[in-house]
């Protein structure tokens, strides 16, 4: 490590610490220092109005899962199409890599597992609101702020805890000239390089110049996989094969894609399948899908929306009403593939471990209707269900029938 970065870091906190209490004082203005940089201290002062230095964390966002955001931003696609590159640059670099809407909030981020588990401390993830009300003084929201690339070393940041930080970034506008949102590459302080930002700018431009020459985006794929089979586009069924939709499948339940190796093991088992064979799998879907699956690490890179992972959604939120009216059944029933038959399991047991948790009988009543010899289920619903509830001579009736058999 730099004995200068040592010593930079020294006398920000220093200032930090001369000036903060200060300008949390009403009218109180930042006075001259070499040490900080104006568009620094003039963040402070407005940010002290509604953040506290001492926050551990940023605030999440309300309004709807975050996943929905990202594949409905513009940004989305530009972004997955360098989604490898991004990764290999963080995790080759130490670095956590992160892209938000235009108000601040981060809709995606990637790196290696120990620098994404320090981020996320801070809130540093999907749904983090880093924008200068929420967070303070930080390299997002300053960019946010200006329209122009912005990195924040140390005690530069207002808030604290993201003194062991430093940030740099850099705002992406669409071809209309308006700011879509930011692309940052975060680090600990004591890795501050000043190449950092010259990538961020570099890879801005590349997402601004496929911004510029993206036609327009075709309508979202629906996925349908709870007991059926079948995946649409405006009102069209796609022409795919029971492996394609395998694909599509445990595409849309892990959105941060896969590596070759992995899909095909998810996809196979220990089956002897030549690399062709998968790979020519692989690319009828991308056809069918416009392109819509990034290369190296498959992911989609266009919107679809999958009954199997807003059941999923709704169970995380505690909307059990909502996952038992999306679940049709077992996830693809037919399929044997190994990466669907784990997800089938974990959905299945997901679902009636948030019935037998429930304590609304019509739960465990419209989930006995799929699982008829389930004796705990309709035991349940019986425990729920008052005396003189009619519905229980159908509870008491599903009971029976699953003790015969």
Not at 86 to 102: K, N, Q
Not at 227 to 253: K, N, S, V, Y
Not at 354 to 376: F, I, K, N, Q, W
């Amino acid at each position: 490590m730099s004995p200068d970065l040592r010593q930079r870091r020294a006398v920000l906190e220093h200032e930090w610490s001369r000036w903060v209490p200060r300008l949390s004082v009403a009218g109180a203005r930042p006075g001259g220092s070499a040490a900080l940089r104006h568009e620094v201290t003039e963040s402070w002062a407005r940010s002290l109005s509604s953040v506290d230095p001492g926050r551990d964390s940023a605030p999440v966002i309300d309004g709807g899962p975050v996943h929905q955001r990202w594949t409905s931003s513009p940004l989305y696609r530009p972004v997955s199409g360098l989604a490898g590159e991004l990764r290999s640059i963080a995790e080759d670099a130490g670095f956590v890599t992160a892209v938000t809407d235009e108000s601040g909030t981060i809709l995606w981020t990637c790196g290696g597992p120990a620098m994404r588990r320090l981020a996320e401390r801070v809130n540093f993830a999907p749904g983090g609101r880093w924008d200068e009300q929420a967070m303070g003084t930080n390299a997002l929201s300053l960019a946010l702020r200006t329209g122009r690339p912005s990195s924040v070393f140390s005690a530069e940041h207002l808030v604290s805890a993201l003194h062991g930080w430093v940030c740099y970034c850099a705002p992406v506008h669409g071809p209309d000239g308006r700011v879509l949102g930011v692309l940052d590459l975060s680090t600990t302080w004591d890795r501050s390089h000043p190449l950092a930002m010259s990538t961020v700018r570099t890879l801005v431009s590349t997402i601004e110049a496929r911004l510029a020459t993206e036609q327009p985006r075709p309508g979202p794929v629906r996925l349908t996989c709870l007991g059926a089979e079948q995946a649409e586009r405006e009102g069209r069924r796609l022409p795919l094969r029971p492996r394609q939709l395998e694909i599509l499948t445990l595409l849309a339940l892990a959105p941060d894609g896969f590596p070759p190796e992995r899909l095909r093991a998810a996809l196979y088992g220990d089956r002897p399948v030549t690399a062709s064979t998968f790979k020519a799998e692989i690319s009828h879907l991308r056809r069918a899908l416009d392109g819509g699956i990034a290369a190296r690490r498959y992911a989609l890179t266009l919107p679809v929306s999958c009954d199997a992972a807003d059941v999923l959604r709704a169970l995380e939120q505690g909307d059990t009403d909502t996952a038992l009216r999306l679940y049709g059944g077992p996830l693809l029933p037919r399929s044997e593939a190994p990466g669907i038959e784990e997800w089938r399991t974990r959905l299945e047991v997901a679902v009636r471990e948030a019935v037998l948790a429930s304590t609304r009988p019509e739960h465990a009543l419209r989930y006995g209707e799929r699982a008829p010899y389930d004796a705990e289920i309709h035991e349940h619903a019986l425990r729920l269900l008052g005396p003189d509830d009619t519905r229980r001579a159908i509870a008491a009736g599903r009971l029976t029938t699953a003790w015969r058999d």
